[in-house]
């Protein structure tokens, strides 16, 4: 069955420090792995697509599909990421969302 | 230009009762999906229109729970005798199809119906 996994529910990190929010998956296929995140009191939205490989907001992701991951890593984290984080794979033409990490970035 | 609309943003009602969730997608866009998001989890994929058909209701979780998209636009999902359960936001996402003929990837979501069943 298509899974995702985000072991943590809660990161804590200062500003400055790096920041690795893990993201597991299981899908038979090549999987369409996405990062979306929901800021305080907004909607949420596409932070990045591993298909593009870019970089947003300083944040990267790379696929590693020996082991199955997709983890989002900032190498300076600013308090202005905080906010709650969710891996996603494609399946079909739905999306299938992990548990969500919080991300807590404090001065 | 406008994002995805939904309609109302919170709903109380008791156990037992119909409700109906309002979604209007971005302006165009053939896909519209609805998904369901309980207290610490990620959104769950409920159903999937293609312009007026619904192409996968595969998440539905039973028959208690429709969804109609008669013109192409606007979505209502409809929930009969509401059970305790169901309380959640009921978060909306449409998404375009590219010049190429194919479904660009990102999903726009509009910002959520709470529901609580009291």
């Known amino acids: 069955a298509q899974r995702v996994t985000q072991p943590e529910k809660l990161l804590s990190v200062f500003k400055g420090a790096p920041v690795e929010l893990k993201c597991n998956y299981s899908?038979?296929?090549?999987?369409?792995l996405f990062w979306y995140v929901q800021y305080s009191r907004q909607r949420l939205q596409l932070l990045l697509r591993?298909?593009s490989r870019e970089s947003i907001k300083g944040f990267t992701a790379d696929l590693n599909k020996g082991e199955t991951s997709f983890h989002l890593k900032k190498p300076f984290a600013q308090e202005e990421d905080s906010a709650m984080y969710y891996c996603?794979?494609?399946?079909?033409?739905?999306?299938?969302f992990g548990a969500g990490t919080i991300l807590r970035v404090k001065s | 230009g406008a994002g995805v609309s939904q309609t109302p943003s919170n709903k109380v009602t008791e156990k037992g009762k119909y409700v109906e969730l309002r979604c209007d997608p971005i302006?165009?866009?053939?896909?519209l999906y609805w998904y369901r998001q309980s207290l610490g989890q990620g959104p769950e994929f409920l159903i999937y229109?293609?312009?007026?058909?619904?192409?996968?209701d595969s998440g539905l979780p039973n028959d208690r729970f429709f969804a109609v998209r008669p013109e192409g636009s606007v979505s209502t999902l409809k929930i009969q005798r509401t059970e305790r359960g169901d309380s959640a936001v009921y978060l909306c996402?449409?998404?375009?199809?590219?010049?190429?003929?194919?479904?660009?990837?990102?999903?726009?979501f509009g910002p959520g119906t709470r529901l609580t069943v009291l």
């Open positions: 996402a449409s998404r375009s199809l590219g010049t190429s003929g194919r479904y660009e990837d990102t999903q726009y």
């Open positions: 899908y038979s296929g090549s999987p369409e």
């Open positions: 591993h298909i």
């Open positions: 996603a794979l494609t399946f079909g033409n739905k999306l299938v």
């Open positions: 302006s165009g866009h053939t896909a």
């Open positions: 229109f293609q312009g007026t058909g619904a192409a996968d």
